[in-house]
């Protein structure tokens, strides 16, 4: 079993930033971020894959930085340029394999991200 504790989500204006972390009880191979706006299906926004690949979601690209810190078990998502179409609840992902069609095992409780003049 692995444990998720994110941070660092809330309210800011369209074109401001945020950071995202999430930290787990232990090492997993591939780690990302997801998102679940109202009414509309999980989605996949970033992830950092077993080989160290990064991935993002075309919606994100350019605005959006993954990165993982191993030695503290640590992802983060710095998230620029924020429009209100990113208002969604974030949620940190582990596991064995994150990719377009897989997520990992384990999930976060979630954050609130909202992007609102």
């Known amino acids: 079993q692995v444990q998720l504790v994110e941070s660092g989500g809330g309210l800011v204006q369209p074109g401001g930033s945020l950071r995202l972390s999430c930290t787990a009880s232990?090492?997993?191979?591939?780690m990302g971020w997801y998102r679940q706006a109202p009414g509309k299906q999980r989605e996949l926004v970033a992830a950092?894959?077993?080989?160290?690949?990064?991935i993002y979601a075309d919606a994100v690209k350019g605005r959006f930085t993954i990165s993982r810190d191993n030695a503290e078990n640590t992802v983060y998502l710095q998230m620029n340029s924020l429009k209100p179409e990113d208002t969604a609840v974030y949620y940190c992902?582990?596991?064995?394999?994150?990719?377009?069609?897989?997520?990992?095992?384990?999930w976060g409780q979630g954050t609130q991200v909202t992007v609102s003049s």
């Open positions: 232990r090492t997993p191979r591939a």
């Open positions: 992902n582990v596991g064995w394999l994150i990719d377009a069609t897989n997520s990992g095992n384990y």
């Open positions: 950092v894959t077993h080989d160290n690949s990064l």
